[in-house]
Every structure is written in structure tokens, then in C-alpha cells.
């Protein structure tokens, strides 16, 4: 019932949607916190009361519209792909390029943790240093002898 170029910005936003609950594991999205960002931006109402009153019905609407989308993707999926294979190959045994995206996003993910566990590792290893550091050495005034 929708006019096309509404349709597809809906069909468009559910698909992001959608990409960003597949990736739950990685951002600590669900379908439910993903609709609950985006359901007020999805309506235009003038009174602040009328659209506070359809907030949940349009959030639990995105939900129910994502989770359909992820369910038609695993059928598809499934489909394609006999016995649901995790990572999927073309014919040549390649994978997807979505799927090689994907583990390049994890393995950033992996090096962006073990980067920040060095960085406070070294924070913890100055702080320990400077804790049995001289009071002028700490203020930048080198002692004498």
C-alpha cells in the first residue's frame, strides 16, 4: 500500500536493520534495540503525544519486520546451501565477498581488542612506574645525585 520510493527506503532501512542484528555478536545489537533507535524516526507526527502513544507499536512493527527479513535470508540461505554450511562458497569454493567482509570486520574487531588490552596494559605499567617515582621526577624536575 505503500508508494514505491517509500516502499523501498522501507525495504532499504529494514535491510540495514537487518545487516546490523546479523552482526549482533560484533555490535551488541538485537532486532528489539535496533527498532527501539530507529521507531521514532520512523513516523511523521505533529503531536509529540499521538506519536509517544505509537512509539512501541512502531518499534515492536520493526522487529517483527527485521526478524522476518533475517528468517527470509536464512531460507534463502538455506536453500542455496544444503545442510545451512556457516560459510557459504560459490562455485569455484570462494567465499562471498559479504562473507569476506565479514571475517575482515571480526579480525579488525580481534586487533582493535588486543590493541586496546596493550594500550592499558601499558597505562597500568607507567602508572606503576611513576607510583615509585620520585616527587620531582613526577613534575618533570630531575633530582641531583
Same mark, same amino acid.
Not at 546479523?22 to 530507529?38: D, G, Q, S, T, W
Not at 521514532?40 to 505533529?46: A, S
Not at 534463502?76 to 559479504?98: A, F, K, T, V
Given at each position: 500500500? +505503500? ?5 523501498? +527506503? ?7 536493520? %537487518? ?9 551488541? @545489537?538485537? #532486532? =528489539?534495540?535496533? #527498532?527501539?533507535?530507529? #521507531?521514532?524516526?520512523?513516523? /511523521? *507526527? !505533529?503531536?509529540?503525544?499521538? #506519536?509517544?502513544?505509537? %512509539?512501541? /507499536? ?6 517483527? !519486520?527485521?526478524?522476518?527479513? +533475517? ?7 538455506? =536453500? +542455496?546451501?544444503? &545442510? ?8 569455484? &569454493?570462494? /567465499? ?7 571475517? @575482515?570486520?571480526?579480525? *579488525?574487531?580481534?586487533? !582493535? ?6 594500550? @592499558? ?5 607507567? %602508572? $606503576?612506574?611513576?607510583?615509585? %617515582?620520585?616527587? =620531582? ?6 633530582? $641531583?645525585?
Amino acid at each position: 500500500m +505503500l508508494p514505491s520510493t517509500e516502499a523501498s +527506503l522501507l525495504d532499504w532501512s529494514i535491510n540495514l536493520m %537487518a545487516d546490523v542484528v546479523e552482526m549482533e555478536h560484533v555490535k551488541k @545489537m538485537n #532486532a =528489539r534495540n535496533i #527498532a527501539m533507535v530507529f #521507531a521514532p524516526n520512523m513516523t /511523521q *507526527m !505533529l503531536d509529540p503525544l499521538t #506519536a509517544r502513544m505509537y %512509539a512501541v /507499536q512502531v518499534m515492536n512493527f520493526l522487529k517483527t !519486520l527485521i526478524v522476518k527479513t +533475517l528468517k527470509d535470508r536464512k531460507e534463502s540461505r538455506d =536453500r +542455496l546451501i544444503p &545442510g545451512s554450511n556457516p560459510s557459504p562458497r560459490d562455485e569455484n &569454493g570462494d /567465499q562471498s565477498s559479504r562473507q569476506l567482509v565479514h571475517l @575482515m570486520e571480526s579480525n *579488525m574487531e580481534v586487533a !582493535l581488542d588486543d590493541t586496546f588490552e596493550v594500550e @592499558m596494559k601499558d597505562k597500568e605499567d607507567s %602508572a $606503576e612506574e611513576e607510583e615509585y %617515582a620520585e616527587p =620531582r621526577e613526577i613534575l618533570g624536575v630531575k633530582s $641531583e645525585g
